[in-house]
């Protein structure tokens, strides 16, 4: 599976869209990009995930660029809450594997 | 949406006793079910991956016979570490997932102290 380069920290104020960046720029054509989020001393919660089309649900918005080497996790109106580590993975669809890298701790402040 | 549950939360026990972890899917038949391990500000360590019905595939350096997992139905795995140590001390967690493109979902973890 191919692997993702995610910033180590970011900020983001409270009622803000906070945008985070993931790279992978090595993604194959059958790998989905997958976001999951771990709040301090629980299990991840998935986020969202999508191949190629720009993905939007209850949680958040996911932008994958045209040629699939990045994409953007949008949380469109942060709340304190949304303080955690969010994982960035790519997975070959049907594949098992969900490799975590270190993630971007994000911190939501008011 | 759906439900991982884990148990217990957190356990505490002397060195060289056994313990055993279950994951259940609650509301959906997971195919696969993983085990994951996590230190302190460390990142989530992928153990094995289990079936149901068949034997775990443990990742490079997991010991099969310190972790046991057995997968015996659709929505229980377990979890036994044997012969605990303290060095064994970790964030244990577990997922499952149902059909293939299907996301994991992730139980709220084990704390596990050995004395």
């Known amino acids: 599976d191919a692997k993702t380069t995610q910033p180590t920290s970011m900020d983001c104020a409270e009622g803000r869209a906070a945008n985070l960046p993931c790279n992978h720029s090595t993604i194959s054509g059958n790998e989905y990009v997958y976001w999951y989020r771990q709040i301090h001393s629980q299990g991840p919660q998935y986020i969202i995930h999508g191949l190629k089309n720009n993905e939007t649900n209850e949680m958040a918005s996911l932008i994958i660029t045209e040629d699939r080497k990045s994409s953007t996790l949008i949380l469109p109106h942060a709340t304190l809450r949304d303080t955690a580590v969010y994982y960035c993975?790519?997975?070959?669809?049907?594949?098992?594997?969900?490799?975590f890298g270190a993630g971007t701790i994000l911190r939501v402040k008011s | 949406g759906a439900v991982v549950s884990q148990h217990p939360s957190w356990v505490i026990c002397k060195s060289g006793t056994s313990v055993k972890i279950e994951c259940r899917s609650l509301d959906f038949q997971a195919t696969t079910m993983f085990w994951y391990r996590q230190f302190p500000k460390q990142s989530l360590m992928l153990m094995a991956t289990?079936?149901?019905?068949?034997?775990?595939?443990?990742e490079q350096g997991v010991e099969k016979d310190k972790f046991l997992i057995n997968h015996a139905s659709l929505t229980l795995s377990t979890l036994t570490v044997t012969s605990a140590h303290p060095e064994d001390s970790s964030f244990y967690i577990c997922s499952a997932r149902g059909p293939l493109n299907q996301p994991q979902h992730f139980g709220d973890g084990t704390r596990l102290s050995i004395l």
């Open positions: 289990s079936n149901e019905g068949s034997k775990a595939t443990y």
């Open positions: 993975i790519v997975r070959v669809g049907g594949g098992n594997k969900l490799v």
